[in-house]
C-alpha cells in the first residue's frame, strides 16, 4: 500500500489550501483514512478521519468548521479541504491509513503513511 500526498504550500493568514492523498496498491474498500500533521518541535497529531465505505468523519476540535476531508471512490483519493487557515496550522500534513471502519484518532492505530506535504500559514 502507497500512500501519496500533495497540494502544500505557503497560504497568508485567512485563506485556503486542498491537500490530496493518492492511495494504490490494494483494494480501500474497508480502510479507514486520516490526515494528522506534524508541527516543529511538536507531536504529531489527528486532524481529521473519514471511513472509506461510509463515508463517516470526525475532526479534531481546532480545526472544526473549517477543515473538511472527503474521499473520492472512483478516484482513490482522499482530500483535505483547509479554509480560514490560522498560523497555527503550519506543519507538516500526513494522510494515514488502516483496515477497518473503526473511527481512530491515535498514531499508533495506522500502518500506512504517506510522505508528509508541508503547509505553512504566514500571518
Known amino acids: 500500500v502507497q500512500l501519496q500526498a500533495s497540494g502544500g504550500g505557503l497560504v497568508q493568514a485567512g485563506g485556503s489550501l486542498r491537500l490530496s492523498c493518492g492511495v494504490s496498491g490494494r483494494t480501500f474498500s474497508f480502510y479507514v483514512m486520516s490526515w494528522f500533521r506534524q508541527a516543529p518541535g511538536k507531536e504529531r497529531e489527528f486532524v481529521a478521519v473519514?471511513?472509506?465505505?461510509?463515508?463517516?468523519?470526525a475532526y479534531t476540535d481546532s480545526v472544526k468548521g473549517r477543515f473538511t476531508i472527503a474521499r473520492d471512490t472512483a478516484k482513490n483519493t482522499v482530500s483535505l479541504q483547509m479554509n480560514s487557515l490560522k498560523p497555527e496550522d503550519t506543519a507538516v500534513y500526513y494522510c494515514?491509513?488502516?483496515?477497518?471502519?473503526?473511527?481512530?484518532?491515535?498514531?499508533?492505530?495506522?500502518?500506512?503513511w504517506g510522505q508528509g506535504t508541508l503547509v505553512t500559514v504566514s500571518s
Open positions: 473519514i471511513t472509506w465505505s461510509g463515508g463517516n468523519t
Open positions: 494515514a491509513a488502516r483496515r477497518g471502519e473503526a473511527i481512530l484518532e491515535l498514531t499508533t492505530q495506522y500502518n500506512y
